[in-house]
């Protein structure tokens, strides 16, 4: 029988303060939801193995705050991660906007090893009552998110 092939995975997540970024992921790794707000100071470590067809996958996902004066540092944070997860709050148009931007000093400051660097656009708060974007949305989502020729590409879920 073959061993399974193991991959340590860098990945980080961005985008505007109070999107739900932190939220998320503790409700991915440790299943728990904080009701209460508070903000990430620069960034943290969360870590989930997963385990994918033959393949285990050690996912070491850095949190990252929204604020704008932790941006130049939080940035330093993206050099060697081989994905990011661009989220926004589906009831604030502002918070998706934003998006351009994030993608833009993502990709600025990334060294990636290899040509393509994968980008996915989530959208959170789908709980809430003035949802602004609806459904999938995922040709309004691509046809928004301004991608030049030979830029990698964006995906939303
Ligand atoms: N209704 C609703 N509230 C959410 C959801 N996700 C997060 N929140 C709330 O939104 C607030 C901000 O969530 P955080 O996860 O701290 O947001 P963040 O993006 O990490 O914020 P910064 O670290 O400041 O950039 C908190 O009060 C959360 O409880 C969601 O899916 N639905
Ligand atoms: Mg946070």
């Given amino acids: 029988m073959n061993p399974r092939k193991k991959v340590d995975l860098k990945l980080i997540i961005v985008g505007a303060l109070g999107v739900g970024k932190t939220s998320l992921l503790h409700q991915y790794v440790h299943k728990t939801f904080f009701e209460e707000y508070q903000t990430t ?3 943290s470590i969360l870590s989930k193995i997963i385990i994918l067809d033959d393949t ?8 990252t705050g929204g604020q704008e004066r932790f941006r130049s540092m ?13 989220a926004f709050d589906v009831t604030d148009p502002e918070s998706f906007e ?15 090893m290899e040509q393509s660097y ?23 989502l691509i046809d928004s998110i301004k991608l030049s ?9």
């Fill in 41 to 43: 100071l620069g960034a």
């Fill in 56 to 63: 285990t996958l050690k996912l070491q996902i850095w949190d």
């Fill in 74 to 86: 939080v940035s330093t944070f993206y050099k060697g991660s081989d994905g990011c997860i661009l």
């Fill in 98 to 112: 934003a998006l351009d931007i994030w993608r833009d000093d993502v990709l600025a400051k990334i060294i990636p």
């Fill in 118 to 140: 994968p980008m996915v656009v989530l959208g959170n708060k789908i709980d809430l009552e003035d949802r602004k974007y609806q459904g999938t949305a995922e040709n309004h």
């Fill in 149 to 157: 020729p030979g830029q990698p590409k964006s995906r939303c879920c």
